[in-house]
């Protein structure tokens, strides 16, 4: 793994790729268009778009149930769901989906036909999504994203982490930091932050000669507690308070509390850093098609303009506004 390589996996995107010009795409682009967040109004920007077509798995909970699914148990479903696919080899899925359509076609059964052309589909759409664009990860946005904060050996909290990918990020481009991982479903703990891969790499800064480093997951300070964040016992003491996919889970009614959590945990001088997936026509496709993996839980899709609007009106200035690849992304501090 050298730098300025990228390479693929199996399952996923190597890349240590630093360069790149002002213009391109996969940067993270401080769009900063809006000087004066005090002007926008709700009848300009509009509200979210709201995701309605929910997994399998949900319909049929609640089907069995005779009630909606709780929230928690919603998201225990879509770590579950969405784990499974990360650790797909997918060159395998890839051809053994080709022929079972092929197979399926023979059948001359319409059902079995429709589930394999929508296993192929879902597999290409995933291979294209997340390991040759890297849309998930981005670690060239994230990184172009993360640079330039006033802080060292910060105190990060992570609010929702699930596998603690941003975290990681964050921690090596910022050396010595110490990192709070925050996620009410074990299973994020036990199984998707434990077997995030151990030899992927992060790019960060070597504070010996203030050129590049690799760092593993091993090389970070890392507590993972299993809570609601509710009921996170600490005080404002962190520098950094992250989310990333996680207020847009919340309907207008909540998102003041879900907004205030990266305040109280925040040092005054701190920085809240928050990321929602991009309102555009193919995340609207993309949760369409992928809905019995990814929709078990309600789910917003949001301009940046409507997200850094609901994080203004809750308290914080916002210092920079814009877009990684698939996610739109907010860094603000206390007002
Ligand atoms: C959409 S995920 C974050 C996206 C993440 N990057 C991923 O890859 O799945 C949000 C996470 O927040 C957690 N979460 C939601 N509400 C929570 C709460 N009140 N307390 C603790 N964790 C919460 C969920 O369990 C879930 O793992």
């Not at 998707?192 to 760092?215: H, S, V």
């Not at 890392?222 to 509710?230: A, K, L, M």
Request: aromatic letters at 14%; hydrophobic letters at 35%.
């Amino acid at each position: 793994m050298e730098l300025e390589t990228t390479q693929l996996d199996k399952s996923y995107r190597i890349d240590l790729r630093e360069k790149y010009s002002e213009k391109e795409y996969n940067k993270y682009f401080k769009k900063n268009h809006i000087g004066d967040w005090s002007l926008l109004r709700w009848k300009d920007v509009g509200k979210p778009y709201e995701v309605k077509k929910m997994s399998y798995d949900r319909v049929a909970w609640e089907n069995e149930h005779n009630e909606t699914m709780p929230v928690q148990t919603s998201w225990e479903y879509f770590n579950k769901s969405f784990h499974d696919w990360f650790i797909k080899d997918v060159p395998t899925e890839l051809s053994e989906s080709k022929s079972n359509f092929i197979k399926s076609l023979a059948s001359f059964r319409p059902k079995e036909v429709k589930v394999a052309l929508s296993d192929m589909v879902k597999i290409h759409l995933w291979n294209y999504a997340h390991r040759i664009e890297d849309g998930i990860w981005d670690p060239r946005g994230k990184r172009a994203l993360f640079e330039g904060l006033d802080v060292q050996k910060p105190k990060i909290l992570f609010l929702g982490a699930a596998e603690g990918y941003e975290a990681m990020q964050l921690a090596a481009m910022y050396p010595g930091a110490e990192i709070v991982m925050v996620d009410y479903d074990s299973f994020c703990r036990d199984v998707r932050f434990a077997d995030f891969p151990e030899r992927y790499p992060f790019l960060g800064e070597n504070q010996a000669t203030g050129g590049y480093k690799i760092y593993f997951k091993e090389d970070f300070s890392i507590e993972y507690i299993v809570e609601d964040i509710r009921n996170l016992p600490y005080q404002n003491e962190f520098d950094i308070v992250l989310s990333v996919g996680l207020i847009e889970h919340f309907p207008d009614e909540l998102k003041p509390e879900a907004i205030d959590w990266h305040r109280k945990f925040l040092k005054p001088t701190g920085y809240a850093i928050l990321t929602t997936p991009r309102s555009q026509l193919r995340s609207k496709l993309y949760y369409q098609i992928m809905a019995d993996v990814m929709n078990h839980t309600y789910r917003e899709l949001m301009t940046v303009e409507q997200m850094g609007l609901y994080i203004y009106e809750n308290g914080f200035d916002i210092l920079s506004h814009g877009y990684i690849k698939v996610h739109n992304a907010v860094i603000a501090k206390p007002r």
